[in-house]
Every structure is written in C-alpha cells, then in structure tokens.
C-alpha cells in the first residue's frame, strides 16, 4: 500500500524559500564588484532629444576607451576611461563635445550626458 503525504507551504514560507535559493545561485557582491566590462563595439546614444543621433565605436584596452563617433553624421573622436562598471567618455570634434558619465550593465551603458 502506498502512501501519499500532502503538504501546503505558506505564502510567507514559499517566499523564504525562493529568496534563500535565489541568494544560493546569485554571485556574492564582492564577485560582482570584479566583473571586467569590455565595451569594445558599435554603440548607439539614445538621448531624450530624438533629433540626436550619436552613434560611437570603441576599442577598449585596459582601463582606457578610445574610439570614432558620429554625431548627426559628423565624425568626432572618443576618450575616456572604465573603471569597474562606472564609464567616463569625451565624444568631441572641433566644434563640439559631449561628457558622457555612466554605468555599464549587460548590453547596456545607462548615465546622463552633457554638451560643452
């Protein structure tokens, strides 16, 4: 004879249950912390202006960033530095620049930036 056992596991229980196996296959902070980004790649800038289309590609090497940009079809160049996940850039030519202060996540680089 066979026997089956039931149980029901409380909204509070299944809760701690999920959090304590998502805890157990995430990487600890520290690990995070050591994530290398390699931004070397084509790039588009969405900005909240529509009219504005920057669209930059970088070659990383180590810490430091350079690379080509075009703003509005007008060629410009890249520098800047990665350090961890913060991302720090000029795209400039000689009649403008744009500082680009940001963090980069998986297939993303999200900040704000700014026109000199």
């Known amino acids: 004879m066979r026997m089956r056992t039931r149980f029901i596991i409380s909204g509070a229980t299944a809760l701690a249950i999920l959090i304590g196996a998502l805890l157990a296959i995430s990487p600890s902070p520290a690990l995070a912390l050591c994530v290398r980004w390699d931004v070397t790649g084509k790039w588009n800038i969405e900005q909240e202006n529509p009219i504005a289309h920057v669209e930059v590609d970088l070659r990383q090497s180590g810490t ?3 690379g080509t940009a ?3 079809g007008q060629p410009g160049t890249v520098k800047g ?3 961890g996940q913060d991302f720090n850039v000029e795209i400039s030519s000689p009649t403008w620049k744009h500082v ?3 963090v980069v996540g998986p297939e993303r680089i999200a900040g704000v930036m ?3």
């Open 114 to 116: 700014r026109i000199e």
């Open 64 to 66: 430091e960033i350079t």
């Open 81 to 83: 530095t990665i350090v």
């Open 100 to 102: 680009f202060r940001g």
């Open 70 to 72: 075009r703003y509005n």
